[in-house]
């Protein structure tokens, strides 16, 4: 374990049994602490789940699906003549939908995912599955301040567009050209306060029905492909 921290494994999180309390862990704990992975404490039967034929000596550290990568890494790998466009996530907790909004993205041509380190579901495996495969080709980075993460990409030139209900344009009215980047919230919450302070403009998706949101993958397709459509109309 103390291994894979020095070394930078991707770790998404720490799981440390209650009561536990050896020098070692110690350790490891400030060491995570210090990586800024989260650490939880845990009863040991829920430790015996993850790894039951394995002795976990009281730690278990569950691991990325794959690495993930910095904001700055995305950017630099945009193609030259290309606008960036990135999509931001607040807070998506269920790894269904972030393998769906994966696997859009890859089909959309974007060039990467941001997510926080807390609160929102890791690269794990069952997200790897539902992204049938597009984990491996979409880059995503995980930040530690969602907010500050945007307030940089404006400095870079970003304009910053959030779905949110209560914005005033419908999403295909709304000027989505340029360097972008798109931000959706999670399930049954939306964007957070300081996310939706820092979006240049909130849109809309229009609904006609007796439900007042989308699934949050649903609403990252949307927003993808209408980009993708202001695009293409724009080269004509």
């Known amino acids: 374990m103390k291994e894979a921290l020095r070394a930078g ?4 999180k720490i799981l440390i049994a209650e009561g536990s ?5 110690r350790e490891i704990f400030s060491m995570a602490r210090n990586a800024g992975i989260p650490v939880q404490r845990v009863d040991r039967q829920r430790l015996n789940k993850y790894v039951p034929e394995t002795a976990h000596q009281g730690v278990v550290a569950l691991a990325a699906a794959r690495e993930y990568v910095e904001v700055e890494d995305i950017l630099q790998a ?3 003549g290309e606008d960036p466009l990135l999509m931001l ?3 998506i907790h269920d790894p269904h939908n972030l393998g769906a909004i994966l696997r859009t993205a890859e089909a959309a041509g974007i060039h990467g995912v941001i997510i926080p ?3 929102s579901v890791p690269l794990t495996q069952a997200v790897a599955k539902s992204s049938a495969g597009a984990v491996e080709y979409v880059p995503v980075a995980r930040v530690t301040n969602l907010p500050a993460t945007m307030e940089d990409l404006k400095k870079r030139g970003l304009w910053i567009a959030g779905a949110d209900a209560g914005g005033k344009e419908l999403y295909w009215d709304a000027p989505l050209d340029g360097p972008l980047a798109l931000v959706v ?4 919450k939306g964007l957070g306060r ?3 302070e820092r979006c240049d403009i909130l849109v809309r998706f229009p609904m006609h029905g007796r439900v007042n949101s989308l699934n949050a993958s649903v609403a990252a397709a949307l927003f993808a492909y209408e980009v993708l459509r202001q695009r293409r ?4």
Not at 185 to 188: P, V
């Open 21 to 25: 309390d050896s020098g070692p862990l």
């Open 89 to 91: 996530l607040d807070e």
């Open 194 to 196: 300081l996310v939706k």
């Open 78 to 80: 945009v193609p030259p």
């Open 233 to 236: 109309k724009a080269l004509k």
């Open 9 to 12: 494994r991707p770790i998404n």
């Open 185 to 188: 919230g999670g399930e049954g």
């Open 117 to 119: 380190r807390r609160r």
